[in-house]
């Protein structure tokens, strides 16, 4: 039975394992490699067990970690052509580099990549399709849903999806002015609101189970993130049509079967 383990999601740090507790992906780096193998270690898994490291984006929060681990492992890295270019201009990637195309076959997943609207060089999501035909999807950091997005996930088993703030708690924040219009854009984070709208979507169309991910830990709360997502999926059956969590800052172990 293939899992999504979220061992780590907000602004300061992402990492995603998909796959079996013996061998699986890693989706982004953000945390240093002691912190990784910690988390790993909780959920009964290893670095051993990490077969290829799919990045997202560029930003730290999501490769800061990705230098040392790929030094310690035999793993290759997969990305979108210009964040890949960024990648090793930068020094973050030592051993094996792939630009990713549709359907890259890992450990007997199909990995597809679409396109997430966000102020990065060439941000994407991920869909993981297991042989079982069930599936499984990140996306996170999106200014807003797009057609490109729906295509993608419509009908996905499991979605780890952002709901990154909470439109009042960004708009009476501490965060100066340029930030804030950063993240209410169209190329910045996915709000609560936002999150439920397009989880009541991906519920009609046959998504089992939803994971919230990548709260801000400023702007947002947990149970505010949930609520709000809870209210847009009024007409839907919690723990019947649909399953619901929020994805921890670090894990202190635990994973969603697909």
Known sequence: MARVYPLFSSSKGNSIYIGSKNEGILIDDGVSLSRLKNALELNGLSVDSIKAVFVTHEHSDHIKGLAVLTKKIKAPVFARGLTLEYLLKSGAVSGEYYEISDGEEICGMSVECFSTPHDARESCGYKVTFPDGKSAAVCTDLGHVTEEIEKALLGTSCVLLEANYDVEMLRNGSYPYYLKMRIFSGNGHLSNI?????????????????????????????????NTVVSCLDGFRRNADYILSVAPVQTSGGFVAV
Not at 196 to 208: N, Q, Y
């Open 194 to 226: 936002d999150s439920g709208k397009f989880a009541a979507e991906l519920v009609k169309s046959g998504t089992e189970k939803i994971i919230l991910g990548h709260l801000s830990q400023e702007n947002n709360r947990p149970e505010i993130a949930e």
